[in-house]
């Protein structure tokens, strides 16, 4: 039973290829449950904003039952194999949709299910038994960053209910550099410079609450039309950042990058991100998978 408001989160969910070989990041969401639980008690739910999951106007997945959706080609069997039976969580969408009225957003909520792999990877491994339910928000791509900001603000009292709060993307993202006419390079690929300057540009602005050039980030990034061609994937930084509240705080609570230029990091907003960095701390070495 959760007691404590919770932390909101930013994960990169990297390739779907994590959910087979967890490498660092893998690593790290697999202490992050435990950690989240000796911090704050059980999340008696998951909101989660995914990349993969987009719409025209905000949609909630609010069937009581989700299974794990293969949205991606070309990858091995056991990749296809992979499930993740989690329970919905159709009451929470009756606050959500409330929520989000009140702040002047409209919203759909179908009874329907299904988890993206920016979703199921993650909590695959924070809570590999599936226990927890989860509601997803789709999100449009096409909201500038302060109005997504915004849907964020909405959601803030859902801290102080026991809800986990998650935008699931990649802090960085372009797949010309992983599928180029190189080929793809290694997982442990040497870092290109712009995706370090890119994460260390994040880093830094969180840190400092920044959030007037984090919402221009494509004018003042370094090298951001590289990192993100295209947006998707790292507009699910906005709702939950804003969700922790206004001018909040983002911790980075880990760092690691795939294939040279994919970024893992996560980051945790508001006052509660120390303490559960404190946490994260505390637990041991993840069991083997």
Wanted: charged fraction near 15%; charge should be negative; avoid cysteine.
């Amino acid at each position: 039973m959760n007691t404590l408001p919770l932390p909101t989160l930013y994960l990169s969910h990297g390739s779907p290829m994590t959910a087979l070989e967890p490498g660092e990041a893998g690593a790290f969401l697999r202490r992050l449950g435990p950690a989240i639980d000796a911090a704050f008690g059980r999340p008696r739910a998951v909101l989660a904003l995914s990349a993969h999951t987009l719409t025209r106007e905000p949609v909630l997945l609010a069937g009581a039952q989700h299974e794990a959706v293969h949205d991606f080609s070309g990858f091995p069997q056991a990749l296809y194999e992979l499930r993740y039976d989690a329970p919905g969580a159709p009451e929470l969408a009756l606050r959500v949709q409330a929520l989000l009225a009140e702040g002047g957003i409209h919203s759909h909520r179908v009874d329907e299910g299904g988890l993206d792999h920016g979703i199921w990877t993650p909590l695959r491994y924070a809570y590999p038994d599936a226990d927890v339910p989860v509601l997803p928000l789709g999100f449009s791509p096409q909201w500038a960053p302060q109005r997504l900001l915004a849907l964020g603000h909405a959601l803030a009292p859902l801290a102080d209910e026991g809800v986990l709060i998650i935008g699931s993307g990649s802090l960085t993202h372009n797949l010309r550099l992983l599928f180029g006419a190189a080929g793809r390079p290694p997982v442990d690929a040497p870092e290109i410079d712009a995706s370090a300057e890119f994460r260390r540009w994040v880093a830094e602005r969180a840190a400092a609450a920044d959030w007037a050039a984090l919402n221009d980030y494509r004018r003042q990034a370094p090298h951001a039309a590289l990192m993100h061609p295209t947006d998707e994937h790292w507009l699910p930084w906005y709702p939950a950042g804003g969700a922790a509240g206004e001018g909040a705080v983002g911790l980075r609570l880990h760092a690691s990058v795939t294939y040279g230029s994919l970024a893992m990091d996560a980051y945790a907003f508001g006052p509660q991100a120390p303490r559960l960095q404190r946490a994260l701390a505390e637990v041991g070495e993840p069991l083997p998978a």
